[in-house]
């Protein structure tokens, strides 16, 4: 649950635990826009943090997710069978 104080949005750091277990419970890739809202839902992030925007279009939450995903890639924990789409690694 999201226990920041309410004018924060959690670093990317924050947001790897939920999506990791998010991703695990899938049977087939899952988009972007899926694994955001798992996460968001999952840690309870208000609205207004969700529409800040980062730069464009993008948003503050969507930038942060994207190092989340960028981190875990990194390490092994998952990939993308394709463009914006993510798997799970079984270890």
Do not use: C
């Not at 920041?4 to 750091?13: H, V």
């Not at 969507?62 to 990194?74: E, L």
């Amino acid at each position: 649950m999201y226990v920041r104080r309410m004018n924060e949005l959690p670093k990317y750091q924050e947001f790897i635990e939920p999506m990791l277990a998010y991703l695990a419970q899938q049977s087939s890739p899952v988009t972007n826009f899926e694994i955001n809202k798992a996460v968001a839902e999952a840690l309870g992030i208000p609205t207004h943090h969700l529409d800040e925007i980062h730069s464009g279009s993008r948003t503050k939450f969507q930038y942060q997710m994207a190092w989340a995903r960028t981190k875990a890639k990194a390490d092994g924990k998952i990939s993308s069978p394709k463009r914006e789409t993510w798997v799970s690694v079984k270890a």
